[in-house]
């Protein structure tokens, strides 16, 4: 089996299944040539399809005042929300956070992702918003946030309680995903430069962050335009 017949066989489909049905056959030839079955992997050659997508729904701030009312300042659904907000980290990053990651006015970790191929300390400064939510109990002894067992989350498993309080707030198509993609949207809309935007994310490139600022700039150059020609003053 050839690159090109894998291809064709990718070529059937559209889309996400074109591309899993080329991942599938990528782990079938490699586990077929460790085990000596084969002798190349035909489809780590045979490139994946582009898919149009904005991925998940990003919050807005209406969105974050509903989840507040729903959750008030005190529950483990508040805090969650303001440990996305206020320091703009992944899910794998705010279920590892705790008391010993504060230093005075700092919160200091290490990011999750690429810890172990190239690890990325963050230093970032606890926000006021982010101490009013602390400084109420109760929170975890070791980590922030715990699970009724007193025991840190797993990641997927956060995710899944997360998202079950979101469905609580009436937020039924949103997630912890797309929080973090709100705090770039905030920033850029804020006029934060696209390298502030990749400090509070936590970015490894600066094409990531420059995402936000174009989308910012490109509402705001609309905006002028529109009223520039047509005026939004009402008489």
């Not at 989350?153 to 949103?174: H, M």
Request: proline residues 4%; charged residues 30%.
């Amino acid at each position: 089996m050839e690159t090109r017949h894998v291809t064709k066989l990718r070529d059937e489909l559209d889309g996400h299944p074109a591309n899993k049905r080329v991942k599938c056959l990528r782990y079938m030839f490699a586990w077929a040539v460790d085990a000596g079955h084969a002798t190349r992997n035909p489809a780590k050659e045979c490139a994946l399809v582009r898919v149009a997508s904005e991925g998940y729904a990003t919050w807005t701030t209406s969105d974050v005042q509903v989840f507040e009312d729903r959750h008030e300042i005190g529950s483990k659904a508040r805090l969650a929300l303001a440990m996305f907000l206020y320091t703009g980290a992944r899910k794998s990053d705010v279920v590892q956070l705790g008391p010993v990651n504060i230093r005075g006015d700092r919160l200091v970790f290490v990011q999750h992702k690429g810890r172990e191929v190239k690890p990325k300390r963050r230093d970032i400064p606890l926000v006021a918003p982010l101490k009013a939510v602390l400084e109420v109990p109760p929170l975890g002894a070791t980590t922030f946030l715990e699970t009724e067992y007193g025991k840190p989350f797993s990641i997927n498993g956060f995710g899944s309680w997360f998202r079950k309080r979101c469905d609580e707030a009436g937020l039924t198509d949103l997630s912890a995903h797309g929080l973090r993609k709100a705090v770039g949207v905030m920033a850029a809309e804020r006029g934060c430069t696209a390298h502030q935007i990749m400090e509070i994310l936590g970015h490894d490139t600066l094409e990531e962050a420059e995402r936000y600022t174009r989308t910012a700039n490109a509402r705001t150059l609309g905006d002028a335009g529109f009223e520039r020609l047509f005026g939004t003053e009402q008489e």
